[in-house]
């Protein structure tokens, strides 16, 4: 596709359900990577993939997050058991190649947990 | 432990002033450097990215210096308009982490 797409733009969640927020990289990006991003702050890193592997996770809140990218393209970053601290807006980013490429953002996904 | 910081965090000014933004860091050890500009409710837009053998990049009247040693990097916006309103916001590719850090923006007003 033309940008980095994201789906869905806004998300309200009741503590304890599970979400699913889906990234669409731009065609022919092989690293793609999920920021989380609080009101008024900076994106901070989550995860990495450079096409289907998963080479950082580090910046994974906790173990009920989740994120995969099984065929290199879509990916998908999972929430179990929201928590009113997992409010927050999800960033996808790609980039052509590796980290020390230009990064291309998405729109954001915009949790809200209640 | 990476630090990015960017000073100030908001700023004012009248159409058609020239601008600076700062951003520094700690870790010298970077990749590049790279410069967003986002709008409310919005995803980043890329403005310019600097790689560490270079000292600036222009696009447009926008230009952006690295001073890796002195650990900064400048954001010079000529003639400002009042569509330049934004979060403006760096990221450092630090090599020793291995992951981009970003600073917590400059929210830039122009008034007409």
């Known amino acids: 596709g033309a940008g980095v797409s994201q789906s869905p733009r806004y998300k309200v969640a009741k503590r304890g359900q599970d979400v699913a927020l889906r990234c669409d990289p731009i065609s022919g990006h092989v690293s793609l990577f999920w920021y989380q991003q609080a009101l008024g702050q900076g994106p901070e890193f989550l995860t990495y993939?450079?096409?289907?592997?998963?080479?950082?996770k580090s910046g994974l809140p906790s173990d009920r997050f989740f994120a995969e990218r099984p065929e290199g393209s879509v990916s998908t970053l999972k929430i179990q058991r929201t928590q009113q601290e997992d409010s927050a807006v999800y960033l996808c980013?790609?980039?052509?190649?590796?980290?020390?490429?230009?990064?291309?953002f998405g729109e954001g996904s915009r949790l809200t947990v209640l | 432990k990476q630090e990015v910081t960017q000073i100030p965090a908001a700023l004012s000014v009248p159409e058609g002033e020239n601008l600076v933004l700062n951003c520094s860091f700690t870790d010298s050890a970077i990749y590049n450097l790279q410069w967003f500009r986002q709008d409310p409710g919005k995803g980043l837009t890329s403005l310019l990215l600097?790689?560490?053998?270079?000292r600036e990049q222009t696009s447009g009247r926008l230009n952006a210096s690295l001073d890796k040693s002195s650990g900064r990097s400048t954001l010079y916006i000529a003639a400002s308009q009042p569509g330049d309103s934004a979060t403006y916001l760096c990221?450092?590719?630090?090599?020793?982490?291995?992951?981009?850090?970003f600073g917590d923006g400059t929210t830039l007003t122009v008034k007409p």
């Open positions: 980013a790609s980039s052509l190649g590796g980290f020390t490429g230009e990064l291309f």
């Open positions: 600097i790689q560490s053998s270079q």
């Open positions: 990221a450092v590719y630090d090599t020793n982490a291995g992951k981009s850090t």
């Open positions: 993939f450079q096409n289907e592997a998963q080479l950082d």
